[in-house]
């Protein structure tokens, strides 16, 4: 299967600061990635889709000013979350998804990063 | 709307077969998926079902019947590192590839 990294894997920063997470797909051309966040016992929450070279698609709820998607290359998007607060520490999530380069067995199968582990102080 | 319907947990015993269900309503259906998910990680990926009936993988099956809007996960010979999340999700037509998430079922194996 493809493999995709997210970096970093966990960061605590003060209120009102902004932080930065990367997702990279290492071993294919993902021309969609999707940001994921997930509350402690809760499912995954859709967040964004995002398609290489064009604005990301956010979901109903998700402020875009806030949560900041960049899908510069085909093999990295990167998710700011701006003036980050406490109420934003979570679990946060990248996949990447392509059907034709990336190996996978199934149409669209999204590869999971391993997670970041955002707490905001 | 979209729904996707999974128990919220489930107890099985190390040996055992364990069902895990899930129904959904959506408007449209291109597809089926399946993940575990280990506390604090990333999910991974199980199984895909597009057509109707069963597909098996090892310990793991995954069954569907699109005119019921219904899956299954089948867990065969439980063993303790299977105690997770498992996740239904479901692909509508042009829906730019998303998945629409069910909450996931915690299962629960003992000894």
């Not at chain 1, 093999?75 to 980050?84: D, I, K």
């Amino acid at each position: 299967g493809a493999v995709v990294s997210q970096h970093p894997s966990w960061v605590i920063c003060k209120s009102g600061t902004s932080v930065k997470i990367e997702c990279r797909s290492l071993d294919f051309q993902a021309t969609t990635m999707f940001w994921y966040r997930q509350f402690p016992k809760q499912s995954l929450m859709l967040m964004a889709t995002s398609n290489e070279g064009s604005k990301a698609t956010y979901e109903q709820g998700v402020e875009k000013d806030k949560f900041l998607i960049n899908h510069a290359s085909l093999t990295l998007s990167t998710l700011t979350v701006t003036s980050a607060h406490p109420e934003d520490s979570s679990f946060y999530i990248c996949s990447a998804s392509d059907y034709v380069s990336s190996g996978g067995s199934y149409p669209n199968e999204q590869f999971f990063g391993p997670g970041t582990r955002l707490t905001v102080l | 709307g979209q729904n996707i319907d999974q128990p919220t947990e489930m107890t099985a015993t190390e040996g055992a077969i364990v069902q895990i269900n899930c129904t959904y309503q959506t408007s449209g259906f291109n597809g089926l998926f399946w993940y575990q998910q280990h506390a604090g990680e990333a999910p991974t990926f199980l199984s895909y079902n597009v057509l109707d009936g069963l597909e098996e993988k090892g310990r793991f099956s995954s069954f569907l019947s699109r005119s019921k809007g219904y899956s299954y996960l089948l867990l065969k010979e439980l063993q303790m590192k299977d105690s997770a999340s498992y996740l239904c999700a479901v692909r509508a037509p042009d829906s730019n590839y998303q998945l629409i998430w069910g909450a996931g079922t915690k299962l629960i194996i003992k000894p």
